[in-house]
C-alpha cells in the first residue's frame, strides 16, 4: 500500500451507534489531520497531530474523538452523532518543518450517513 | 484569521481550450504558501500545484500553472490544453508558514467544480 489509506470507505450509522474511522500513512510523514467535507461548505480542518501529540482541536464537539497511536496511524472514534455529522471525512498527512516537505496528502475519505 | 475565496462555483472547457479558475485570499501574514488541490468524482483530493508566497516566479507543472499576485492577494490557476481527466472540482487552499497553533492549518475556499466537454 501506498499514500494515505482510509477504512471504512461508507459507513452507515445510527445515532446511539459507536464506530470509529481508521487512517494510515505509508510516507513516512510525522503530521496527521481530519477535515470534515459536507456539501457545499469548504473543508473544514478538526485535529492537527504532529508527533502523535495533538496540536489543534477546531472547535470540534466531543462526540468525535481522536487518537493517534504513532506517527503512522490515526482513528476517529465516533459516539451519538447527529445527522448533520453526516459528511465526507478526509483525513490527511504531512512532513513539518522544511519547505518542500509540508504539502498534505490526502485519503480517499469515508463517506459518513448519520441516520 | 485567514479566508478563501472561489468566486466560480462552476466552470466548463471544451477539451484542448485553457481555462482559468480564480481564487482570492485574505490575510495579514507575509510568509505563507498556497496550493491547489483536485478531487475527482471518486473523491482522492491530489495536489496540483503550490506556490511559496516568498517566491516571485509563478510555479508551473505541466499544463497546469498559476498567476500568483501577492499585492492584489490572487492565485488564479491555469489549466492549458484541457483532458478529460481533467473533470473534477479544485480547490484553492491556504497554509501560513509560522509556527504556532495554526501550524499545518489549510484553509480551503469552496472549490470550483470543472466540467470538460470532449
Known amino acids: 500500500e501506498t499514500g494515505v489509506t482510509q477504512t471504512p470507505r461508507h459507513l452507515v450509522m445510527g445515532m446511539t451507534n459507536k464506530k470509529s474511522l481508521k487512517c494510515e500513512q505509508h510516507?513516512?510523514?510525522?503530521?496527521m489531520y481530519w477535515y470534515k467535507q459536507s456539501a457545499k461548505k469548504p473543508l473544514e480542518l478538526m485535529f492537527v497531530y504532529n508527533f502523535k501529540e495533538q496540536t489543534e482541536n477546531n472547535s470540534v464537539p466531543s462526540r468525535f474523538s481522536p487518537e493517534c497511536p504513532n506517527s503512522s496511524h490515526l482513528f476517529l472514534h465516533l459516539h451519538t452523532l447527529q445527522p448533520e455529522d453526516s459528511a465526507l471525512y478526509l483525513c490527511a498527512s504531512s512532513l513539518t518543518g522544511g519547505t518542500n516537505q509540508e504539502t498534505q496528502y490526502f485519503g480517499p475519505g469515508t463517506r459518513l450517513l448519520v441516520l | 484569521a485567514q479566508t478563501v475565496t472561489q468566486s466560480q462555483p462552476e466552470m466548463s472547457v471544451q477539451e484542448a481550450e485553457t481555462v482559468t479558475l480564480s481564487c482570492t485570499y485574505d490575510t495579514s501574514e507575509s510568509d505563507y504558501y498556497l496550493f491547489w488541490y483536485k478531487q475527482p468524482p471518486s473523491r482522492q483530493m491530489i495536489l496540483v500545484i503550490r506556490q511559496e508566497a516568498y517566491k516571485q516566479q509563478n510555479a508551473t507543472e505541466n499544463r497546469f500553472s498559476v498567476n500568483f499576485q501577492k499585492a492584489a492577494k490572487s492565485f488564479s490557476l491555469k489549466i492549458s490544453d484541457s483532458q478529460l481527466g481533467d473533470a473534477a472540482m479544485y480547490f484553492c487552499a491556504y497554509r501560513s508558514a509560522r509556527d504556532g497553533t495554526s501550524y499545518g492549518k489549510l484553509t480551503f475556499g469552496q472549490g470550483t467544480i470543472l466540467t470538460v466537454h470532449p
Open positions: 510516507l513516512g510523514h510525522n503530521a
